[in-house]
């Protein structure tokens, strides 16, 4: 037997339902047709009531989870696509991420948001939303990248007391494979070593640490021996795993799907260059897509985001300083 | 009776009837018959991305494209295939949006319905529904700042985009401002999977327009000379100052969401009830009743259609794609102001 990420999301959230009579999901066509990419396949049917179809209106959407949360119930809303959560981001931020902080009740609602580059997909449903809210405070983000971590870290998610942006990479969906869902895992908020080395670090997260472990591949025969660091969860950034990690290799490079300016790699080499200025052999690197849209044409996509060869170009240029 | 010119520079004045009824059937059938070779090419694999058709939807569409003119403002949405030709956009911009081609409108930038050329009047759509209406606003208020006091904007919804804030926000916007908007809005039953019923409670989606206090017509989608009665009469309305006006249009997408989708969920009944007729099966038949068109002269017409779309296609399929290396990644004006890294 083999068992998708996408599938993964699915019996996360079917597990999550079965346990926990708080539960339930909503959005735009998650009910009897089980959702844009079938992330809630037969939920409907097995949990009647539970999983409801939303108008569209993802302000609404969020608003409606909060105020469940509120009242005790603990949502999962799936918006169709990352991109059109820019609508409800204002429920996002100013309502879930301030709660807590202000009144000291729990906002338990999951953000389900299928984020990331497919070809062929253009400028409104490629996004990747991680720096945007992880800017924000009050918010849990979380970018899983195999499959276990896709089942894990949705059913630790809905657990969880506070708001969480969980971003699940649409490339991963259908291709990436495990034989078994975990029964054991890294909480959120500790980063995992995907790769060990001993040459240079590379820190990334989502769908990219298939390109970085692509890119440690390439660089083998050429005699390096490249670590790659999973972050996992971007927010919190499990700065000790990268820190460690540098201190072996001397060398990093960050790597990211989003755009360049700000985000998750600036946020990392920011936090090794202050506290461990000392552990470095030569200045981190850091590779993003380039700052314009996502492209709809395959040959604009496949260059405007980092790739298996991008990143080892890259890492060549870290290693020989 | 029916001619062979299939696109032409902007939209004439409706003359009459009869020239206006032929010619916009022309773009209905244009319409479908370009979609469907889009549809061949997805899947064929020729595609990337969606492809989304305006199946069902022809009657409606075509309508309000020829009932703008030049010097109108239009943004049109997923399904206004037959509403863009009828404005004026040649077939080769939609098969090269689809196509990717570095010579299209969006060069490869921006696919499929995601096309447009703001310089001819053409707003391009972004995917977020009920974004574009109050870009539409804001346009016909620059364009009576600038003492244009003639020109509409229209734009199109769907039953679930009326559930958007952005639609809310923007036709009451509209009412406030009295703008020359004309808002058609297709109801076909189904946001995606998700019935009307999941969608709105009100009895007719119509009643929102005397909610925002903008005129408002109901109009039976799979008619063409009820389309193009409706839609002449609200860009008359809008244009003579009479303020926005909403037109909801009752149909049925005779097709899934995408061509990825087999719209399994779209219950027999519904496909048997009245929503369910085939626009372009009723405007032959008034075509033919009306003494309008002939058998023969209607199927010339499509073999028309074919050949155009066919030479558009072939056209396109030996222009080069965008080139990663050629391509300026540049998205603002001010080049001097781009934010350069070091990386990539
Ligand atoms: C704000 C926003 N949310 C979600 C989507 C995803 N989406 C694209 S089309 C669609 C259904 C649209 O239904 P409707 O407005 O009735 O138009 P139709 O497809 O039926 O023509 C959805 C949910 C979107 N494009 N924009
Ligand atoms: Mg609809």
Partial sequence: ?321 | MVQATLSREAAPSPASNVDTTVETFRFMLLARVLDEKMANLYRAGKIHGGVFLGRGQEALSASLGVSLRKGDVFAPLVRDTAGRLAFGEPILDCVRTYLGSVLGPMRGRDGNVHRGRPSAGILPMISHLGAMISVVNGALFAKRAAGVQDAVGATCLGDGGMSTGAFHEALNQAAVERLPLVLVVANNQYAYSTPNRHQFACTSLLDRARGYGVAGQAVDGTDLTACLNALRSAVVAARAGQGPQLVVASLLRLCGHGEHDDASYITPEIKKSAVGRDCIAVAEAQLLQADLATRPALAGLRAECVAAVEQAVATVQREPAPDPFAEQWQALSAAHLLDTTQES
């Fill in chain 1, 1 to 321: 037997m083999s068992i998708t990420y996408l599938e993964a999301i699915r019996e996360a959230q079917a597990r999550a339902l079965a346990e926990d009579p708080r539960v339930f999901i909503y959005g735009e066509d998650v009910g009897q047709f089980g959702g844009a990419f079938k992330a809630t396949k037969n939920l409907a049917a097995e949990f009647p009531g539970r999983v409801k179809d939303a108008p569209i209106s993802e302000d609404a959407i969020v608003g409606f989870a909060v105020g469940a949360a509120i009242e005790g119930m603990r949502p999962i809303v799936e918006m169709q696509f990352a991109d059109f959560s820019t609508v409800a981001i204002n429920q996002i931020v100013n309502q879930a991420g301030t709660l807590f902080w202000r009144t000291q009740t729990p906002c338990p609602i999951v953000v389900r948001m299928p984020c990331g580059g497919t070809s062929g997909s253009g400028p409104f449903h490629s996004q990747n939303m991680e720096a945007i809210y992880s800017h924000y405070p009050g918010l849990v983000v979380v970018t899983p990248a195999t499959v276990e971590d896709a089942y894990s870290m949705l059913i630790e998610a809905v657990a969880l007391n506070d708001p969480v942006i969980f971003c699940e990479h649409k490339l991963l969906y259908y291709h990436l494979k495990a034989e078994k869902l975990p029964t054991e895992a890294l909480p959120i908020g500790k980063a995992r070593i995907a790769r060990e080395g001993r040459d240079m670090t590379i820190v990334t997260y989502s769908a990219m640490i298939h390109e970085a472990l692509a890119a440690a591949d390439e660089l083998e025969p050429e005699g390096w021996r490249v670590e790659v660091v999973d972050l996992r969860s971007v927010k919190p950034l499990d700065t000790d795993t990268v820190m460690a990690s540098v201190a072996r290799t001397g060398r990093l490079l960050c790597v990211g799907e989003s755009w360049p300016w700000g985000g998750v790699t600036a946020e990392v080499i920011a936090r090794v260059t202050s506290e461990g200025f000392a552990l470095l052999d030569a200045p981190p690197q850091r590779l993003n897509s380039k700052d314009t849209p996502v492209p709809y044409h395959p040959s604009l996509w496949a260059a405007h985001r980092p790739t298996g060869h991008s990143i080892a170009a890259a890492a060549r240029r870290v290693l020989r300083q």
